[in-house]
């Protein structure tokens, strides 16, 4: 078997028994990189040199002892908005085309010291505005699955990428459903911890209250040992949490008995494709049959959660984009005439169609006369999402459903209606304005082939009930592995 035919703790498991070396791992990752990335472009930015020497420098403590935890010596790509001192990084836009951080997101940190390898900075949606990966300024990253479908996004160069088996794992953030969507389209598992469990620290902002960063892998086990690696609390994040319940991979326990599941019956209603909803019911029967109360209920308002959403991550992303300026870094245009010329050209010039959309709507929310008629209701409309989540989850311990109506749409189908596009999220966005967690688990293909997932949404906090929850149903379905794999 192919070394990244493996789970990253199947791989780091052989790295530290000596069976293989971490320089072995990275070399097969970057022939997985050769060999498909023609097809696939997951990735911007590939640091094979600096891989290479980061890995030779992780096998030595290995050998000494050093360094024994399950990630060390496993390679592992990062989503290009999260800083990476001296590698280019660049959100998969124009603006910050030449942008080379002076120093390193807390999450990135995190998996270093944990001995993890980095390959290289992923392919994603401009400052994670889009579902498809489909606006970056570098060109399209196409679903592994099948060429013609889009990835998902904004995440979508990394799912590609974990799905394709060029890395055995990868970080992504989640705005709205930016980890999870893509993952369900990809075939992979992927999580979306309760908002402040991951430092923020490094990650290049588009809605500051809603960004998360997270894992993406193969399998649920994966993603708890990654999210036990990068969970820290953080002073240089005035929204980090200080927890002690940490211990993620004490959840990988294959047993729902007695765990009440509801499903929103509001999730099953029109736009969901069929084959869909029947991937989904049959795995709640499943976790039905190995002993978990599953039962429909009303959770309300979910059809206000869309333009809550965009309301709201609009504004911030008005507000967070404010800095691309070309003035202290990034694009500047060549030709202007003074100051403020030169401020409207370089954004002009350096911002893609989507951010341009949404810095325009923040703006119009943000601006005088607007700013109550839609960002203070919208607002409003948050709090009452959270305290309809509150209230379901004072009966259930987990919330399952869908994570996209659709399977992964053609490529060009959405971009061509926008609001198509941002009605795909409408299973997403909800988790993260109540700031709750959530985990994407592969449940079956369509008949085209293309893959179908569940989603698991817990309390605030509780990880490890959605973690159990995704590792009990897993074990009755081996991984899938992609075709181009």
Same mark, same amino acid.
């Given at each position: 078997?192919?070394?990244?035919?493996?789970?990253?703790?199947?791989?780091?498991?052989?790295?530290?028994?000596?069976?293989?070396?971490?320089?072995?791992?990275?070399?097969?990752? =970057?022939?997985?990189?050769?060999?498909?990335?023609?097809?696939?472009?997951?990735?911007?930015?590939?640091?094979?040199?600096?891989?290479?020497?980061?890995?030779?420098?992780?096998?030595?403590?290995?050998?000494?002892?050093?360094?024994?935890?399950?990630?060390?010596?496993?390679?592992?790509?990062?989503? @290009?908005?999260?800083?990476?001192?001296?590698?280019?990084?660049?959100?998969?836009?124009?603006? +910050?085309?030449?942008?080379?951080?002076?120093?390193?997101?807390?999450?990135?940190?995190?998996?270093?010291?944990?001995?993890?390898?980095?390959?290289?900075?992923?392919?994603?949606?401009? %400052?994670?505005?889009?579902?498809?990966?489909?606006?970056?300024? &570098?060109?399209?990253?196409?679903?592994?699955?099948?060429?013609?479908?889009? $990835?998902?996004?904004?995440?979508?160069?990394?799912?590609?990428?974990?799905?394709?088996?060029?890395?055995?794992?990868?970080?992504?953030?989640?705005?709205?459903?930016?980890?999870?969507?893509?993952?369900?389209?990809?075939?992979?598992?992927? +999580?979306?911890?309760?908002?402040?469990?991951?430092?923020?620290?490094?990650?290049?902002?588009?809605?500051?209250?809603?960004?998360?960063?997270?894992?993406?892998?193969?399998?649920?086990?994966?993603?708890?040992?990654?999210?036990?690696?990068?969970?820290?609390?953080?002073?240089?994040?005035?929204?980090?949490?200080?927890?002690?319940?940490?211990?993620?991979?004490?959840?990988?326990? @294959?047993?729902?008995?007695?765990?009440?599941?509801?499903?929103?019956?509001?999730?099953?209603?029109?736009?969901?494709?069929?084959?869909?909803?029947?991937?989904?019911?049959?795995?709640?029967?499943?976790?039905?049959?190995?002993?978990?109360?599953?039962?429909? %209920? @009303?959770?309300?308002?979910?059809?206000?959660?869309?333009?809550?959403? *965009?309301?709201?991550?609009?504004?911030?992303?008005?507000?967070?984009?404010?800095?691309?300026?070309?003035?202290? &870094?990034?694009?500047?245009?060549?030709?202007?005439?003074? +100051?403020?010329?030169?401020?409207?050209?370089?954004?002009?010039?350096? %911002?893609?169609?989507?951010?341009?959309?949404?810095?325009?709507?923040?703006?119009?929310?943000?601006?005088?006369?607007?700013?109550?008629?839609?960002?203070?209701?919208?607002?409003?409309?948050?709090?009452?999402?959270?305290?309809? %989540?509150?209230?379901?989850?004072?009966?259930?311990?987990?919330?399952?459903?869908?994570?996209? $109506?659709?399977?992964? $749409?053609?490529?060009? @189908?959405?971009?061509?209606?926008?609001?198509?596009? *941002?009605?795909?999220?409408?299973?997403?966005?909800?988790?993260?304005?109540?700031?709750?967690?959530?985990?994407?688990?592969?449940?079956?293909?369509?008949?085209?082939?293309?893959?179908?997932?569940?989603?698991?949404?817990?309390?605030? =906090?509780?990880?490890?009930?959605?973690?159990?929850?995704?590792?009990?149903?897993?074990?009755?379905?081996? *991984?899938?592995?992609?075709?181009?794999?």
């Amino acid at each position: 078997m192919k070394l990244l035919s493996l789970t990253a703790v199947e791989l780091g498991n052989k790295i530290r028994a000596g069976e293989v070396t971490a320089e072995e791992a990275a070399l097969e990752a =970057f022939d997985a990189i050769d060999r498909t990335e023609n097809q696939v472009h997951s990735f911007v930015t590939i640091d094979r040199e600096g891989a290479l020497e980061r890995a030779r420098e992780v096998q030595k403590k290995i050998m000494e002892g050093s360094l024994m935890g399950p990630l060390a010596g496993v390679p592992v790509a990062i989503k @290009d908005n999260l800083c990476t001192k001296g590698m280019l990084t660049t959100c998969s836009s124009k603006i +910050l085309y030449n942008f080379i951080p002076t120093y390193t997101a807390q999450a990135v940190q995190n998996l270093e010291k944990a001995g993890a390898v980095i390959v290289g900075k992923t392919n994603m949606d401009e %400052f994670a505005m889009g579902s498809t990966t489909e606006t970056s300024a &570098y060109g399209v990253t196409r679903n592994p699955w099948n060429l013609e479908h889009v $990835p998902g996004g904004s995440s979508g160069g990394s799912c590609a990428a974990v799905a394709a088996e060029e890395v055995s794992f990868a970080l992504g953030s989640d705005t709205g459903g930016s980890i999870r969507q893509p993952s369900s389209y990809c075939g992979v598992t992927g +999580l979306k911890p309760t908002y402040g469990t991951v430092s923020r620290y490094g990650l290049i902002a588009y809605g500051s209250s809603l960004d998360q960063i997270g894992p993406i892998a193969k399998d649920v086990t994966d993603c708890a040992a990654i999210l036990e690696v990068i969970t820290s609390y953080d002073q240089k994040d005035s929204t980090s949490m200080k927890r002690k319940d940490t211990d993620f991979t004490h959840a990988l326990v @294959d047993d729902v008995k007695g765990m009440k599941i509801g499903i929103p019956g509001d999730y099953l209603g029109q736009g969901l494709e069929e084959e869909v909803k029947e991937a989904i019911l049959a795995a709640a029967k499943v976790l039905k049959e190995r002993g978990a109360m599953v039962e429909e %209920f @009303d959770l309300s308002l979910v059809d206000y959660a869309i333009p809550a959403y *965009y309301v709201i991550a609009a504004a911030e992303a008005s507000s967070n984009l404010e800095r691309f300026d070309g003035v202290k &870094y990034g694009y500047r245009t060549k030709e202007y005439e003074g +100051l403020h010329n030169m401020y409207k050209k370089s954004r002009s010039e350096g %911002f893609g169609t989507e951010v341009k959309r949404r810095i325009m709507l923040g703006s119009f929310v943000l601006s005088s006369g607007y700013y109550d008629a839609y960002y203070l209701k919208a607002l409003r409309t948050k709090a009452l999402i959270k305290q309809a %989540f509150d209230k379901a989850f004072e009966k259930y311990d987990v919330i399952l459903g869908p994570v996209a $109506p659709t399977t992964a $749409p053609k490529i060009g @189908d959405s971009l061509c209606d926008p609001l198509k596009m *941002y009605l795909g999220d409408i299973y997403t966005v909800s988790v993260n304005l109540a700031g709750l967690p959530g985990i994407s688990v592969p449940c079956g293909l369509d008949a085209k082939g293309l893959p179908i997932s569940l989603q698991l949404i817990g309390d605030c =906090f509780q990880e490890k009930k959605i973690i159990q929850a995704a590792y009990a149903y897993e074990q009755t379905r081996p *991984y899938q592995h992609c075709p181009m794999a």
